[in-house]
């Protein structure tokens, strides 16, 4: 019985050792990430509001190019979205 608490007690340790660690560099990363974009945000004056439509593609532009663009679009305001939230 003592060789099993003993060997549980140990096993526990080295775990409760090993996650420290490693929650505290990943609090430590996402601290240097909100300072970094804190500091871009300060550096940068704040966009103009865009506009909810996406903006008309010139005339002579496949409806296939348009449809791509506005994908990215929308693909790039989810990824700005999501690193504000982070």
């Given amino acids: 019985m003592k060789v099993v608490g003993i060997t549980s007690t ?3 340790c080295l775990l409760l050792g090993i996650a420290a660690p490693a929650y505290a ?3 430590q990363q996402a601290e ?9 945000n300060q550096g940068k004056p704040e966009k103009q509001a865009k506009p909810d439509k ?4 010139p005339q002579g532009e496949p409806q296939q190019q348009q449809r ?15 690193q504000q939230r982070a």
């Fill in 54 to 57: 996406p903006q008309r593609a």
């Fill in 25 to 27: 560099q990943q609090e």
């Fill in 68 to 82: 791509r663009r506005a994908q990215q679009q929308q693909q790039q305001d989810k990824n700005k979205q999501e």
């Fill in 32 to 40: 240097k990430q909100k300072q970094e974009q804190q500091g871009e």
């Fill in 10 to 12: 140990a096993i526990l």
